[in-house]
């Protein structure tokens, strides 16, 4: 079977892990926890990281830290993973969702209706399938609207706008490391911001809100969040080859726009951008995304639909929500390809033109 976005390890990886067996740090504390914050916080630019054990756990401790609570509104894009929603739910907050322009993300005329008419007190702004939108517009907004604003960057490392990294424009970033990301720990999350508070306080919560006592005392709750440090030596040995990866999902996405730009529009890239290409993804101009699923599944290749939008999911049924069609245009069309690293070029052509004959 050929994956959507298989794992792909550098070659480092086992020699780490042993390093951290050999220390018996087999614990959510060790070396590799730190040097693989440090690793995050020096490629993407940002003064303090956590690892955590995903990225809606880290989202779900962004916005604790941020102090969203009990019946407050957060705007969040419709056209995402749920993954990027629910920790909204955990906070018993609600979630306000705001449809997507011609880049595939957060419309910024929306959203900025949105701040007028519900005041919420966050964004989450989903950086989708590796690309990055109008990203300064939206931090501008937030700014103008005195709103916080979290990245979901989960599928975005590495992407960048004007040279600066997608996870580094608002308030707090997140990043994910799932075994189907760009880079992998098997799960894995890491939160990043330039406020060493927020970072210190989702460490405690991240670490179940023990105060400084010599016996545990608890003037709050936390959850078990951290990263294991045998996980974090895998996300060193991962970042080590990022840039690597991007390189190559990039030219998987490349070529593939070159053999199907006849039947289907890809994604586009805002300029002054540089996505990661996490999935390439496409609409077909006449052809059913899930008729064409079928037939590569039946030829052993997985492909997906894109996300279906929040808006539309039974759980949000009663939501509020600023749409313009958009979101729901592209699940209708679109579809995700195989794009792991590994795959040669002789393979994406051959899943482009078993496209093309299904
Ligand atoms: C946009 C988005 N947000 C959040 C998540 C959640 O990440 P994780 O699986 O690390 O919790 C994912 C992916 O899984 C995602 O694609």
Redesign the pocket.
Known sequence: MIHLSPPHMSGKELEYIKKAFESNYIAPVGEFIDKFEEMVKNYTGTKYALAVV???SA?HLALRVLGIKAGDKVAVSTF??I??VSPILYQNAEPIFIDSDEYWQMDVNLLEDALKKERPKAVIV?HLYGQIGRIEDIAYLCKKYGVFLIE?A??ALGAKYKNQFAGTFGDIGVY?F?GNKLLTTS?G?VMVSNNEEWIKKAKFLSTQAKEDFPWYEHETYGYNYRMSNILAAIGVGQMEVVEERIKRKREIFNLYKKELSDIAEFMPEINNSRGNRWLTTLLFNQKEPLKVMEYLFERKIESRPLWKPMHLQPLFRNAKSYINGKSEEFFKKGLCLPSGTAMSDEEVIKIANLIKES
């Open positions: 995903n990225a809606t989202l995402t993973f993954g990027g989903a979901d989960a599928e994910s799932n799960a999350g």
